[in-house]
């Protein structure tokens, strides 16, 4: 018998995705805390996004697993 619910994470009652805007990109970054902390500095240094910008990483349930969310505005190519 399928239960969608065994082995799921169980996310804190504070995680919350963020609202769908059309004009917005969010990105997700899912793995180990290291690489999600040096993926975020990495690209702050290659002016792409601001640190402040991310959520601070979150366990995920998953064993050494975390997730982390920052949203930007998309700005419409010019023509």
Known sequence: MFNP???EPNLP?????PTYQ???????LLGDYAAL???????????????VGWIDPIPTGRSGEYISVMTRRI???EI
Request: charged fraction near 25%.
């Open 5 to 7: 619910t065994a082995g």
């Open 13 to 17: 009652t504070s995680f919350r995705l």
């Open 22 to 28: 059309p004009d917005k990109l969010c990105h997700i």
């Open 37 to 51: 902390v040096e993926a975020i500095n990495r690209m702050e240094v290659l002016r792409y996004c601001d640190r």
């Open 75 to 77: 700005t419409p190519p």
